[in-house]
């Protein structure tokens, strides 16, 4: 978008996002399958004379339930991202109302990786933020898809931070 707008409109961000990650939402739609193709498979036994139909509707209405929570948490966790900036994390969540958080680096005391089996497997996992803020020490993302490299781009970010640098700071009287 700012390719197109000329370079006296164009502002100037110090903190430009340079990482985007997205949350991990392929576990949802692999069960939200699962559950279509149970409904199926219960209609088709019902209608068949396998199972009798006044048990096989209710079952198959029940998994098309399920399967449509399943597409709705989703459709929420494929639009939550998360954007890794030099001085900030923006944190973006929403179907139809989008809410942005921004948590500044300078926060961030500890970043720590919590990962299951079938995560690990997958490279998905989910982060808590350990934070300097007393009201809410804690702030957990995820799940995220590429956890290891959030949590390693977030460390070396969060130390680059924190290391003094080696120029002395110069008084300016």
Do not use: N
């Not at 680096?105 to 996992?125: D, N």
């Amino acid at each position: 978008m700012l390719a197109f707008m000329p370079a006296q409109l164009r502002l100037i961000k110090p903190d430009e996002p340079r990482e985007y990650f997205h949350a991990d939402s392929a576990g949802q739609l692999w069960a939200g399958l699962a559950c279509v193709l149970g409904a199926v498979e219960l209609t088709t036994r019902g209608y068949g004379g396998a199972l009798r139909p006044l048990l096989a509707g209710p079952a198959a209405a029940s998994l098309l339930f399920l399967a449509a929570w399943f597409a709705f948490t989703w459709a929420e966790r494929r639009c939550t991202s998360y954007w890794l900036g030099s001085k900030s994390l923006v944190i973006g969540r929403g179907i139809l109302r989008q809410r942005v958080e921004t948590v500044e680096l300078w926060r961030i005391r500890e970043a720590r990786l919590e990962q299951s089996a079938v995560q690990r497997l997958r490279g998905a996992g989910g982060i808590a933020l350990v934070l300097h803020d007393p009201s809410r020490p804690v702030l957990v993302l995820g799940p995220v898809a590429a956890a290891e490299k959030l949590h390693r781009k977030l460390r070396e970010t969060v130390a680059r931070d924190l290391t003094p640098s080696a120029e002395p700071a110069r008084d300016r009287r």
